[in-house]
Antibody
C-alpha cells in the first residue's frame, strides 16, 4: 500500500525557514521509475508545483521560487525533505507531497499525502 | 509559464446528468494533460493522465479528450460521490501548471 505523509510546523513567522518532511511507504525512493514532488495550495487558490526529485537525485524547482527552495531525499529513511527560506504570509498554504509514477511518461501525480497546512504570520 | 484556464468555475448539476468541464492551455501541450478530483479537506486524486488514460480504479463514467490547447473531462452520469472540485494539470512544459479548478455542485 502506497502512502505519503507530510510533517512539519503548523505555524511560522515571517522570515523563518520552513522544513517539511514527506515520509513514504509502499515504494522505494531508489526506484528508478519513480519521483516525488512538493505541491502547495493556498486557501481557495490553484495548486502550484514547487519542486521535484527523482531516484538519480535529479532535482527541479519552480523558477519563481527557485532561490528559496531546496529538495533532498534520504532513501534509507524513505523521506523527502523540502526547505523554503524567508517565509511570508503569502506562503500560507496546504503543502502536499505526491508521487510521480512514471517520470519517463511525464510528471503527473498518482498518490498524494494528506497535506500539511502551514500558516505564516507577520 | 503555460496558463491553464478551466471553465466553468462552478457547475451546478443533478445526479444522473452528463457534465463536461473544459480546460484550455495558453499554448499547445500536445496530450500532456492530467485531471484530478479534490474533495474538501482532502488531497487531489488522479483521475486521468495523458488526456484520456483512466487511472486504475477510476470509474468508466469519467472520460477525457482533446489535444493541443483544448481538453475536456466528461462525467457521463453523475453520482453523489462525484460532487467535488476538478483540476487539470499540464505536464508538457516546465513549470508544470494547474488550472484554477471547477467546483461541481449539486443543483
Amino acid at each position: 500500500q502506497v502512502t505519503l505523509k507530510e510533517s512539519g510546523p503548523v505555524l511560522l513567522k515571517a522570515t523563518e525557514t520552513l522544513t517539511l518532511t514527506c515520509t513514504v511507504s509502499g515504494f522505494s525512493l531508489s526506484n528508478a521509475r519513480l519521483g516525488v514532488s512538493w505541491i502547495r495550495q493556498p486557501p481557495g487558490k490553484a495548486l502550484e508545483c514547487l519542486a521535484h526529485i527523482f531516484s538519480n537525485d535529479e532535482k527541479s524547482y519552480s523558477p519563481s521560487l527557485k532561490n528559496r527552495l531546496t529538495i533532498s531525499k534520504d532513501t534509507s529513511k524513505s523521506q523527502v525533505v523540502l526547505t523554503m527560506t524567508n517565509m511570508d504570509p503569502v506562503d500560507t498554504a496546504t503543502y502536499y507531497c505526491a508521487r510521480i509514477p512514471i517520470p519517463t511518461a511525464g510528471t503527473f501525480f498518482d498518490y498524494w499525502g494528506q497535506g500539511a497546512l502551514v500558516t505564516v504570520s507577520s | 509559464d503555460i496558463q491553464m484556464t478551466q471553465s466553468p468555475s462552478t457547475l451546478s448539476a443533478s445526479v444522473g446528468d452528463r457534465v463536461t468541464i473544459t480546460c484550455r492551455a495558453s499554448q499547445s501541450i500536445v496530450s500532456w494533460l492530467a485531471w484530478y478530483q479534490q474533495k474538501p479537506g482532502k488531497a487531489p486524486k488522479l483521475l486521468i493522465y495523458k488526456t484520456s488514460n483512466l487511472e486504475s480504479g477510476v470509474p468508466s463514467r469519467f472520460s477525457g479528450s482533446g489535444s493541443g490547447t483544448e481538453f475536456t473531462l466528461t462525467i457521463s452520469s453523475l453520482r453523489p460521490d462525484d460532487f467535488a472540485t476538478y483540476h487539470c494539470q499540464q505536464y508538457s512544459t516546465y513549470p508544470y501548471t494547474f488550472g484554477q479548478g471547477t467546483k461541481l455542485e449539486i443543483k
